[in-house]
């Protein structure tokens, strides 16, 4: 009996963390590098920079995006982008959401939203979408980041995203959430 309950547990905890926003997977991409000056400022209504992500905004709340507002986008970018990452999963970096060829003069996302004409790219859950926070155990970062580019994004697959992210960025800003598991 204490067997079954002990592999019933196990089986519980590998398939929540399998599902979960932060599991053992992500560690396959590589997020954009950050080369250009980190001349954006990127702000939330909901938490501050280091502060800690409201619940609503995580896979145990309603799982939708925050509010998201920033300035300082350089006169000569032709298009946006935001990531939003783990590096602390277990697997590696999580990549919790993609949306890019947002509008240049896009200057905030309201909860939940993605503006018209953007698109999204799958994330390390598959798919395309913005998953939330889900830490497996202690405390993990989200980065939140924009960057601005000289042009529109093209690629087949998150990769080919995140690497014409990479290599298109003229000014970048980050916010950072923390989360813990619990």
């Known amino acids: 009996m204490s067997f079954r309950l002990t592999a019933a547990s196990a089986v519980t905890f590998v398939a929540a963390s399998l599902l979960s926003g932060c599991g053992f997977f992500g560690g396959d991409v590589t997020e954009p590098a950050r080369t250009a000056p980190a001349t954006l400022t990127l702000t939330s209504p909901a938490f501050e920079d280091g502060g800690t992500v409201p619940q609503r905004y995580t896979c145990t709340g309603r799982n939708e995006s925050p509010p998201l507002q920033w ?3 350089p006169t000569d970018a032709g298009s946006l982008a935001l990531v939003v990452t783990d590096p602390d999963a277990p697997g590696g970096t999580y990549v919790h959401w993609v949306v890019f060829n947002l509008d240049k003069a896009t200057r905030s996302l309201s909860a939940g939203a993605v503006p018209s004409g953007a698109l999204q790219a799958r994330n390390s859950a598959g798919h395309a979408r913005y998953d939330g926070p889900c830490p ?3 405390t993990h970062h989200y980065r939140f980041t924009v960057y ?17 992210i990479g290599r298109r960025t003229i000014a970048s800003g980050r916010l950072t959430g923390l989360v813990s598991a619990g």
């Open 71 to 73: 300035s300082g986008v």
């Open 136 to 138: 497996p155990k202690g």
């Open 148 to 164: 601005a580019l000289d042009g529109a994004v093209h690629g087949d697959s998150t990769q080919d995203v995140l690497d014409d």
